[in-house]
T-cell receptor, first 114, second 114 residues
Framework: DTGVSQNPRHKITKRGQNVTFRCDPI?????LYWYRQTLGQGPEFLTY????????KSRLLSDRFSAERPKGSFSTLEIQRTEQGDSAMYLC????????????FGQGTRLTVV | GNSVTQMEGPVTLSEEAFLTINCTYT??????LFWYVQYPGEGLQLLLK?????DKGSNKGFEATYRKETTSFHLEKGSVQVSDSAVYFC?????????????FGAGTRLAVHP
């Protein structure tokens, strides 16, 4: 296992289009997180999955955003009707449920909405 | 609530100079503390961590000591290299409903020139 994998690495889309990103966590990790990082800022929490259950959604996650983790393995993050303000790096992280708190991050998907 | 404050960057140093990046935190209790590093165009990598007061985390020549008296977790390195040029994030977990999401500082950009 080589770590958390995210695809695509880069995505350029026109305003109003839908986009979907994928995250494959470390295989034995049952906790999965999505974060958003805008230019010059630290990552901000978006949502959390424990296995297939989505247990928390940040207020940053508007109705245009939806995330799934259908079988408790990979996760997808979809943004509908993209806006220029959605341009950011979307980071996925995973961690073990064994009480340890460090999360391991993927390389991120950089979204540019034009 | 939990929060993290980092010194603003950029920090520009010559190779072999001494590095300090300040981080202070506000938290309930004594959470673990982390430093993550982000190289250009990449996701976040865990650099080091400390799990309790007076712990010293270290990795790749970087060190940080968890000081509860001053609520600080400053990152230091005795002799920086050009390859250390990156953005450094201080982070702590916010315990929420049985799991931890990370709260990040805004990041400090380090540029090391030969």
């Amino acid at each position: 296992d080589t770590g958390v994998s995210q695809n695509p690495r880069h995505k350029i889309t026109k305003r109003g289009q839908n986009v979907t990103f994928r995250c494959d966590p470390i295989s034995e990790h049952n906790r999965l997180y999505w974060y958003r990082q805008t230019l010059g800022q630290g990552p901000e929490f978006l949502t959390y999955f424990q296995n297939e259950a989505q247990l928390e959604k940040s207020r940053l996650l508007s109705d245009r955003f939806s995330a799934e983790r259908p079988k408790g393995s990979f996760s997808t993050l979809e943004i509908q009707r993209t806006e220029q303000g959605d341009s950011a790096m979307y980071l996925c992280a995973s961690s073990s449920i064994q009480g340890r708190t460090e999360a391991f991050f993927g390389q991120g998907t950089r979204l540019t909405v034009v | 609530g939990n929060s993290v404050t980092q010194m603003e960057g950029p920090v520009t140093l010559s190779e072999e100079a001494f590095l300090t990046i300040n981080c202070t935190y506000t938290a309930t209790g004594y959470p673990s503390l982390f430093w993550y590093v982000q190289y250009p165009g990449e996701g976040l990598q865990l650099l080091l961590k400390a799990t309790k007061a007076d712990d010293k985390g270290s990795n790749k020549g970087f060190e940080a000591t968890y000081r509860k008296e001053t609520t600080s977790f400053h990152l230091e390195k005795g002799s920086v290299q050009v390859s250390d040029s990156a953005v450094y994030f201080c982070a702590l977990p916010l315990f929420s409903g049985g799991y931890n999401k990370l709260i990040f500082g805004a990041g400090t950009r380090l540029a090391v020139h030969p």
